[in-house]
């Protein structure tokens, strides 16, 4: 393969191939209805979308309840994407509540409706335009994939056979692996390969920022998915800083050459 490509390709999951929204905001929605136990148990019409919009400022799964914990109590976009990080351990103070009891809450539920119905909450899970069909092209060429991802391994290996696409085990690190996503790409790095040229897709812009920082991570070619959860800001930053490129969707399906 031409020196300009890539001979590994590591790939976010949530943001980059698939698209978790929905399951994002029902997980989110349950665990609030646990902790605030609402008259009606039914979310308003408009919140889901507005959760959506919102959805790149949640860093930890705390902050989800929390997140619609603050729309309903009125709090406007623009201030929850101007000041999150405030604003969200001060609602906690404010209801008596800590980050790891709302997070164990969150993960207890999301454990019970996979042990419950996991169709269901696969179900929940849809990929963006496009990206199956290029996952299959990338099947027949000269890389190799490797995704890299927070999600449990074995919910992206389903999420994928569901798509006739099957991986090796070793080219899925999940959430099990336990590990920081620059500690695996710095694995990846020394793997008895010739000099693989390694590029990576991923949609958080702090996720990069840290690659970045790793001296010996240089040669690791970054790029910020511009279709998945970061907000404008986050996008204008990333083109003005060297060395992360801005990925739209239409050029993931291209060749590597008319990647930017």
């Not at 136990?37 to 308003?44: E, H, I, L, S």
């Not at 404008?232 to 050029?251: F, K, V, W, Y």
């Amino acid at each position: 393969m031409p020196a300009n490509h890539p001979t590994l390709l590591a790939l976010d999951f949530d943001g980059v191939l698939c698209d978790g929204l929905l399951e994002y905001f029902q997980a989110a929605w349950r665990t609030y209805c646990q902790i605030w136990t609402p008259a009606d148990a039914t979310p308003p019409a408009e919140l889901a979308p507005i959760f959506y919009r919102l959805r790149p400022v949640i860093e930890t799964g705390w902050e989800m309840p929390v997140l619609i914990r603050a729309l309903l109590l009125g709090i406007s976009e623009e201030k929850i994407l101007l000041d999150w990080q405030t604003i969200a351990p001060q609602l906690l103070l404010e209801e008596g509540l800590k980050p790891a009891d709302t997070g164990t809450q969150l993960d207890r539920l999301r454990d019970e409706w996979i042990a419950t119905d996991v169709a269901d909450w696969l179900s929940y899970h849809r990929f963006y335009p496009g990206v199956i069909e290029r996952l299959r092209q990338l099947q027949q060429m000269p890389v190799r994939l490797v995704i890299i991802t927070t999600k449990e391994g074995r919910f992206v290996r389903q999420l994928l056979q569901q798509q006739d696409i099957e991986l090796p085990d070793a080219c899925i690190f999940g959430k099990e692996v336990q590990r920081p996503k620059h500690f695996i790409l710095r694995e990846l790095l020394q793997t008895p390969v010739d000099e693989p040229i390694i590029w990576f897709i991923e949609d958080r812009l702090k996720t990069l920022q840290i690659v970045l920082q790793q001296p010996d991570l240089t040669q690791v070619r970054l790029f910020l998915a511009d279709w998945g959860y970061n907000t404008a800001l986050e996008r204008e930053a990333a083109g003005a800083t060297p060395h992360i490129n801005l990925l739209s969707l239409s050029q993931f399906s291209q060749d590597f050459a008319a990647w930017p």
